[in-house]
Nanobody, 125 residues
Framework: QLQLVESGGGSVQAGGTLRLSCAAS???????VAWFRQVLGKEREAVAN???????MIAVSVKGRFTISRDNAKPTMYLHMNTLQPEDTALYFC????????????????????WGQGTEVTVSS
């Protein structure tokens, strides 16, 4: 069973930087790994994703501030968060699934089969 473990969350001031890590126990040859975030009472929001073929997606709300990268050897995915704002405060989740025919990854949470436990990010003004 594929397992995901997130780390790197914490509390920072506005303008600060965090790097979230998602360590996977294994990944299929064709995969999608995504970062989602959720605020209490709101729907889970796609933040970024990366596929085995290198295709990535960064949500419009964080474009220019967040990037996603990977270390296939581990395998671990990273979410680099710069210029953090209070509105970035949320519980961040890592999720994974097998990539089928599409060349890019889905953004709907329902498309992902495996989830980590989440890591909290708090940004104060």
């Amino acid at each position: 069973q594929l397992q995901l473990v997130e780390s790197g969350g914490g509390s920072v001031q506005a303008g600060g930087t965090l790097r979230l890590s998602c360590a996977a126990s294994e990944l299929p040859a064709r995969y999608c790994v995504a970062w989602f975030r959720q605020v209490l009472g709101k729907e889970r929001e796609a933040v970024a994703n990366i596929a085995d073929n290198g295709n990535t997606m960064i949500a419009v709300s964080v474009k220019g501030r967040f990037t996603i990268s990977r270390d296939n050897a581990k395998p671990t995915m990273y979410l680099h968060m710069n210029t953090l704002q209070p509105e970035d405060t949320a519980l961040y989740f890592c999720a994974a699934t097998s990539r089928t025919f599409a060349t890019s990854c889905a953004t709907a949470p329902s498309s992902y089969s495996y989830w980590g436990q989440g890591t909290e990010v708090t940004v104060s003004s």
